[in-house]
């Protein structure tokens, strides 16, 4: 089952297949920079990720849709790890 963050800003877009594909890419992705942050106790931050490049697909603008989408997830996961690190300080 997909988090209700990733059904909502990929399924408009993509069939069933597709939207699996792509949630892998995002879980891949993520795990790559911090496994123990969860989606959905940060579904804003990554929701608003995964919009902006699905804007830039559908304007055109991306060529590499996967990983366009992993360097977006990488880069939320570390701002958000980040933030983390820096409150327990």
Do not use: C, W
Request: a positive charge.
């Amino acid at each position: 089952k997909l988090p209700q963050t990733l059904q909502h800003a990929l399924a408009p877009f993509f069939d069933y297949n597709e939207l699996y594909s792509l949630a892998g890419v995002v879980f891949k992705a993520k795990a790559a920079v911090d496994k123990s942050i969860r989606i959905e106790e940060h579904e804003t931050e990554y929701y608003k990720a995964i919009i902006e490049v699905m804007s830039a697909f559908k304007r055109g603008k991306v060529r590499n849709l996967p990983g366009l989408l992993s360097h977006a997830v990488k880069a939320t996961t570390y701002r958000i790890s980040r933030q983390m690190y820096y409150s327990l300080i």
